[in-house]
């Protein structure tokens, strides 16, 4: 069986970084809803429950964190030296910290420290001085 990557390759080389940052939130969703999809098929039947070890055969998607990082790190490599800049640098930081989000929803409670750290990258390239802790 395949293994099924979210986002698609094809899907984030193309766009703006808002527009590629949108692809990525849309292919966070539906990466939630596959692994959401194989948590409840997995507790609907308890002998399946004990086998708690997945080998790559069983894996049916994945998602796509090359993709994630290579658009972290473009942001991240933004000007900051206009007021309108550093808004717009900050929002795509917020957005993407939302991508987190949807992804440490989907079995994955280690992100959330990623996103935290997100929040507080945007806040302060705003200029706020806000923290999330």
Known sequence: MPILFYPQEDDIQKGTIAERLEVIAEAAQRYKAVVMDAVAKAEANPEEKKKSILVPGEISAAYNWDAIAKLLREI??????TAPNKVTKADLLAKLAEVYEVLRAAKMPKLEAVR????????QVRGGTAQVA
């Open 76 to 81: 991240r490599e933004m000007p900051e030296n």
């Open 116 to 123: 935290l750290a997100l929040i507080n990258e945007a806040n």
